[in-house]
C-alpha cells in the first residue's frame, strides 16, 4: 500500500519565555492536587461557596464520601495552597486561596 508523506510541520517561533524552574514548581502541586476527580469537585464546592466559604461537615453530603475521605483531600488542596481553612468551634470552614487560583488561571489562560 502506498502512503504519501505527511508534510513536515513548521514550528512557530516561541513569543513568550517558558516556564521557569521556579514557576513550574509552584504550580505542579496545583495541578496534581486538582488531578483528582473528588478533589476537583471538593474544590468546585469549596470555590462556589465564596468567601464566606464552607464547613466541612457540608461537603460529605453532596460528594457521597466520608467525612476522613474529605478531611483527606482538603488537606491535599491545603498543603497546594489551593484553599485554607479557618476553625468555628469544633469545625473547619474551607475557603480559595485567591493568589494560588489566579496563578493557574494565567498559566492556563497564557
Known sequence: MYYEA????????????PLTDQQSAL???VFAALSDPVRLRLFDLVHRAGSTGV???DL???LERSQPTISHHL???????LVQ???????????VVE????????????
Open 99 to 110: 493568589e494560588s487560583l489566579s496563578r493557574a488561571q494565567a498559566f492556563i489562560q497564557r
Open 85 to 95: 481553612a479557618r476553625r468555628e468551634g469544633t469545625w473547619l470552614w474551607y475557603s
Open 75 to 81: 488537606k491535599v488542596l491545603r498543603e497546594a495552597g
Open 60 to 62: 460529605t453530603g453532596p
Open 6 to 17: 505527511m508534510p513536515v510541520a513548521r514550528s512557530l517561533p516561541l513569543t513568550r519565555r
Open 55 to 57: 464547613c466541612s461537615c
Open 27 to 29: 504550580l505542579a502541586p
